[in-house]
């Protein structure tokens, strides 16, 4: 029987957040990594991968599926995702879910628009860098997020669907830390999301650092300049 065809891109949330789940949950599939910053999804052979040209996606035999959220209960639904992050209990599945689906106007908007607009965009060249009026605008509209996720998800338990690490903390946690890449330090302003940070990375380590390796290494460069 084939393995599943994972392609992702580790300076990619998402694709960071899965594939730490992966490793942990000691899932066999073959490594298909696409480099975005090569732009190597917006090649014609990617597209017949996955018609959006993102990452992350997968290939199983013949479907080919895209969405970090949809992948994950896919692989579940076949036994090839671990019980221990995304549980099969019904409740507790559905504060999992929870999570996930909230997610994805919160703080992944917040977190990802800020740093494609501060960092990301102008270190490609796509856009010029924002005036400190948009920078500004931009960071009040994240730390909104980042305050309902402080007050909200991690205001009475140690992680965001309960007192045990899930898949939702890896997706969460991957999104908070991609805003070091900007200089942005969480723990200034947001207390609990820094020691959740940490609890997260204790709980999913060896795999939290090395899945976190690039963007550690771009966010120590941006720091010094």
């Known amino acids: 029987m084939s393995k599943v065809k994972y392609f992702y891109d580790l300076l990619s949330q998402p694709s960071r957040a899965l594939w730490i789940a992966l490793q942990m949950g ?17 090649t014609e052979a ?25 992948i994950l209960r896919y692989l579940a639904d076949k036994g090839l995702f671990s019980e221990k992050l995304y549980p099969k209990d019904l409740k507790n599945r ?3 879910d929870e ?13 990802e ?23 500004a605008k931009l960071l009040k509209e994240m730390e909104i997020q980042l305050k309902a996720l402080e007050n909200l998800w991690l205001k009475d338990s140690k992680f965001v669907s309960g007192n045990t690490l899930s898949v939702a903390d890896l997706f ?24 959740w940070l940490a ?3 204790e709980e999913s380590n060896p ?9 550690n290494k771009l966010a120590a460069l941006n720091a010094k300049s």
Not at 26 to 42: M, N, T, W
Not at 46 to 57: A, D, E, G, S
């Open 26 to 42: 000691k899932i066999p599939y073959e490594d298909c990594p696409v480099a975005l910053r090569k732009f190597e999804q917006r």
């Open 46 to 70: 990617f597209k017949k991968i996955n018609r959006f040209q993102k990452v992350p996606c997968i290939v199983d035999g013949d479907f080919h599926l895209s969405e970090s959220v949809a």
């Open 94 to 96: 559905a504060r999992v």
């Open 99 to 111: 999570y996930l689906e909230w997610q994805h106007l919160s703080i992944r908007y917040g977190c």
């Open 113 to 135: 628009r800020y740093f494609a607009r501060v960092w990301l965009y102008p270190a490609r060249g796509v856009a010029e860098k924002p005036s400190a009026e948009e920078t």
């Open 172 to 195: 969460g946690a991957c999104e908070v830390e991609q805003t070091r890449i900007c200089t942005y330090d969480v723990s200034q302003k947001f207390p609990k999301i820094s020691d």
């Open 199 to 201: 609890r997260v990375r």
């Open 207 to 215: 795999f939290y650092d090395e899945g976190h390796k690039y963007m």
